[in-house]
């Protein structure tokens, strides 16, 4: 089993609709980070959080410690939107492990 | 201007051949990291250092070895390529003051093709 599993794998949205990706993770953190890859390969961090709910724009990120999980949302989806979403958890103060990744297509 | 770059941003080389990929950063960080990623995968970590001349594997070194001679630059070296090392490579850095939350700064990746 994946120490970092994400569901789902891939998301198609028409536009507007409210997304919602997941990150399970076993092992123990300080902060779990969400990224985004855009097509062209590029990886950017949207938010590190360590507890409760972070919100940037249309992008809100929540995490429950108790139960090693966090969900990824975004409100009125845009095509832009459309990239891949990575969870990342710290393995130790070395590196993370990260998620497979969500592919998630937003379709006007 | 970027903050970490990689050189070359695509390549494609014949089995056997050894390959060195470059990343450069602006930044300051005392930490770089060399990933890759294939399709359906997570990134994993290939190596890291800490501090020039610090070298430590990580959890797929095996094929690949690297050097960091400044702060600013750490090259990852393909002794000689095979195609499985066909994949996505991504150098990272990050900020020994915040290492407890562990941010990453990400280069734009290098395409490797070996055919």
């Known amino acids: 089993k994946n120490e970092v599993e994400q569901s789902p794998q891939n ?85 993370m492990r990260f998620g497979a990744g969500t592919r998630l297509t937003v379709k006007p | 201007d970027a903050d970490v770059t990689q050189t070359p941003r695509n390549r494609i080389t014949k089995t056997g051949k050894r390959i060195m990929l470059e990343c450069s950063q602006t930044k300051g960080h005392d930490r770089m990291y060399w990933y890759r990623q294939d399709p359906g995968l997570g990134l994993r970590l290939i190596y890291y250092s800490f501090d020039v001349k610090d070298i430590n594997k990580g959890e ?18 393909l002794e000689s390529a095979i195609p499985n090392q066909t994949a996505l490579y991504f150098c990272a850095t990050s900020d020994l003051r915040t290492s407890l939350v562990n941010e990453q700064f990400f280069g734009p990746g290098t395409r490797l093709t070996v055919l």
């Open chain 2, 60 to 77: 797929i070194s095996d094929g690949y070895s690297v050097s960091r001679q400044a702060q600013a630059k750490f090259s990852l070296s």
């Open chain 1, 11 to 95: 998301l198609t949205a028409q536009e507007g609709e409210f997304i919602t990706i997941n990150c399970s993770y076993s092992v123990g953190i300080s902060a779990l980070h969400w990224l985004q890859q855009h097509p062209g390969g590029g990886i950017v961090s949207l938010f590190m959080l360590s507890s409760g709910k972070k919100k940037h724009g249309r992008l809100i990120a929540t995490i429950n410690i108790q139960e090693k999980h966090s969900s990824l949302h975004i409100t009125a989806s845009h095509p832009r939107d459309s990239a891949v979403y990575i969870c990342a958890v710290p393995n130790n103060n070395n590196d």
